[in-house]
């Protein structure tokens, strides 16, 4: 058996130890996605889309992330715009949107750039960052985040961001790439909706959208913050589809890691996200929790409680009576293409497992006329696959690199983009 040096001392508190070993793995049966809960198949796509994905909904709402309040109208405040930006290539946008369409509730600051050599509207990328707006670039006019960081990272002191946080996370946010691919890119703090930790809620979006605030009693099925980053991610779509550069039906949500845990409940729940993708999301997020191989659901759920719906964690080390598994987390994308990537380095986010919820989603892919991922064996190292849905194994660590970002700009071109989908060996949508 492998185990991670950070890992080891959290597997001897678990009745599971943490096993990264393939030979560990126990036989499971996976949730049938095409057996609605009345045990008769789903034989359509609109039988899928009627009555199947509601089903499959409510069981990610009531069991795993928690329920998403119905959402309020945000206020959206432009507090800085250039429109030759990064030595004129984009145009940038510096927008703070009030969540609750209140200027004394909770806030995002979203950073906005949209190329300026694309004609008319130009399709987009919305990702949450881990750092604040100002880590992503080098853009001196980039404004510092202003909620709370935990300490810890070099730059970030008395729980703030400094200029010493400058450009810090370049190598995760390629927007030279980006914008000269002919995509905006749109990123916020994700610690501007809710701090990262157990007690975060009390001053973030979920007390603020609770009537009794700070005092809240969460109930088993309430949500988590995985579920109101993703509420976030909506409101920066509400906000992006009013901009007459960035074409709204065109957006694709991104995430690395945690955030890329959010990034597919984001897309699920929102289908007007025209693709989704999965950065090494891991358990979760993209790998099946079944396969109990790296992170374990009873390790996730004892580290980050807050991230999932109260009631999550009784299946800790129970994950066969999980009514749900996550390849049902790819499937709720279908029809939209949807991008799952992992790193052969990060065996904690479990790659083969991540590469399974493709395979296991492909049924429902196929009721709409589509190709999946088009294989079930896992591909080699740096070999990307697949057709709606796609899938990479990056040579590398846990990260988001400029190798990934190339492979999803590739992606959405294909499948968002007129001129490449008409020409591309892969159009299918
Ligand atoms: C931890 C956690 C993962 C998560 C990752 C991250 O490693 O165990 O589930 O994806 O942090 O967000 O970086």
């Given at each position: 058996?492998?185990?991670?040096?950070?890992?080891?001392?959290?597997?001897?508190?678990?009745?599971?130890?943490?096993?990264?070993?393939?030979?560990?793995?126990?036989?499971?049966?996976?949730?049938?996605?095409?057996?609605?809960?009345?045990?008769?198949?789903?034989?359509?796509?609109?039988?899928?889309?009627?009555?199947?994905?509601?089903?499959?909904?409510?069981?990610?709402?009531?069991?795993?992330?928690?329920?998403?309040?119905?959402?309020?109208?945000?206020?959206?405040?432009?507090?800085?715009?250039?429109?030759?930006?990064?030595?004129?290539?984009?145009?940038?946008?510096?927008?703070?949107?009030?969540?609750?369409?209140?200027?004394?509730?909770?806030?995002?600051?979203?950073?906005?750039?949209?190329?300026?050599?694309?004609?008319?509207?130009?399709?987009?990328?919305?990702?949450?960052?881990?750092?604040?707006?100002?880590?992503?670039?080098?853009?001196?006019?980039?404004?510092?985040?202003?909620?709370?960081?935990?300490?810890?990272?070099?730059?970030?002191?008395?729980?703030?961001?400094?200029?010493?946080?400058?450009?810090?996370?370049?190598?995760?946010?390629?927007?030279?790439?980006?914008?000269?691919?002919?995509?905006?890119?749109?990123?916020?703090?994700?610690?501007?909706?809710?701090?990262?930790?157990?007690?975060?809620?009390?001053?973030?979006?979920?007390?603020?959208?609770?009537?009794?605030?700070?005092?809240?009693?969460?109930?088993?099925?309430?949500?988590?913050?995985?579920?109101?980053?993703?509420?976030?991610?909506?409101?920066?779509?509400?906000?992006?589809?009013?901009?007459?550069?960035?074409?709204?039906?065109?957006?694709?949500?991104?995430?690395?890691?945690?955030?890329?845990?959010?990034?597919?409940?984001?897309?699920?729940?929102?289908?007007?996200?025209?693709?989704?993708?999965?950065?090494?999301?891991?358990?979760?997020?993209?790998?099946?929790?079944?396969?109990?191989?790296?992170?374990?659901?009873?390790?996730?759920?004892?580290?980050?409680?807050?991230?999932?719906?109260?009631?999550?964690?009784?299946?800790?080390?129970?994950?066969?009576?999980?009514?749900?598994?996550?390849?049902?987390?790819?499937?709720?994308?279908?029809?939209?293409?949807?991008?799952?990537?992992?790193?052969?380095?990060?065996?904690?986010?479990?790659?083969?497992?991540?590469?399974?919820?493709?395979?296991?989603?492909?049924?429902?892919?196929s009721l709409f006329g589509l190709s999946g991922l088009g294989t079930e064996t896992w591909p080699a190292p740096a070999t990307p696959v697949g057709?709606?849905?796609?899938?990479?194994?990056?040579?590398?660590?846990?990260?988001?690199?400029?190798?990934?970002?190339?492979?999803?700009?590739?992606?959405?071109?294909?499948?968002?983009?007129?001129?490449?989908?008409?020409?591309?060996?892969?159009?299918?949508?």
């Open positions: 058996m492998l185990l991670c040096a950070t890992c080891l001392g959290a597997s001897l508190l678990l009745a599971r130890p943490i096993s990264e070993d393939e030979a560990n793995v126990p036989a499971y049966a996976l949730p049938p996605v095409l057996v609605a809960s009345d045990g008769s198949p789903v034989r359509s796509a609109e039988d899928w889309v009627q009555r199947r994905r509601p089903e499959v909904m409510e069981l990610f709402r009531s069991v795993v992330y928690g329920r998403t309040p119905a959402p309020a109208p945000i206020l959206a405040e432009v507090v800085e715009q250039d429109s030759q930006a990064l030595g004129g290539r984009a145009t940038r946008r510096q927008v703070t949107i009030y969540l609750l369409g209140r200027r004394d509730g909770p806030f995002v600051d979203l950073l906005v750039y949209s190329p300026n050599h694309v004609q008319g509207k130009a399709p987009a990328f919305l990702g949450l960052n881990f750092d604040g707006n100002q880590a992503t670039t080098a853009d001196p006019a980039v404004r510092l985040a202003r909620t709370w960081h935990a300490n810890g990272k070099p730059g970030f002191v008395n729980n703030r961001a400094t200029e010493a946080t400058r450009g810090t996370g370049l190598d995760r946010w390629p927007i030279d790439m980006i914008l000269a691919r002919g995509f905006a890119v749109a990123t916020a703090y994700y610690g501007d909706i809710e701090p990262d930790h157990a007690e975060g809620w009390k001053t973030g979006l979920r007390a603020a959208m609770s009537p009794q605030g700070a005092q809240t009693a969460w109930k088993q099925d309430d949500w988590g913050a995985i579920g109101a980053w993703s509420y976030g991610l909506s409101r920066c779509l509400d906000y992006l589809q009013t901009l007459p550069d960035i074409d709204g039906s065109k957006v694709s949500v991104i995430g690395h890691s945690r955030l890329g845990k959010t990034s597919l409940w984001a897309g699920a729940q929102d289908e007007r996200f025209a693709m989704v993708v999965s950065n090494d999301s891991g358990e979760g997020g993209a790998a099946l929790t079944r396969r109990c191989f790296g992170e374990s659901l009873a390790r996730i759920t004892t580290a980050f409680p807050h991230w999932f719906a109260p009631g999550y964690a009784r299946f800790a080390d129970r994950e066969h009576d999980l009514p749900v598994d996550f390849h049902e987390l790819i499937a709720l994308c279908a029809p939209r293409p949807c991008y799952i990537a992992s790193a052969t380095e990060d065996k904690w986010a479990d790659p083969k497992g991540e590469f399974l919820s493709g395979v296991g989603a492909g049924p429902v892919y057709e709606s849905i796609g899938y990479h194994l990056r040579i590398g660590k846990h990260d988001i690199t400029e190798y990934d970002w190339d492979k999803y700009l590739a992606f959405a071109e294909r499948h968002l983009v007129a001129g490449h989908r008409a020409q591309g060996p892969s159009s299918i949508r």
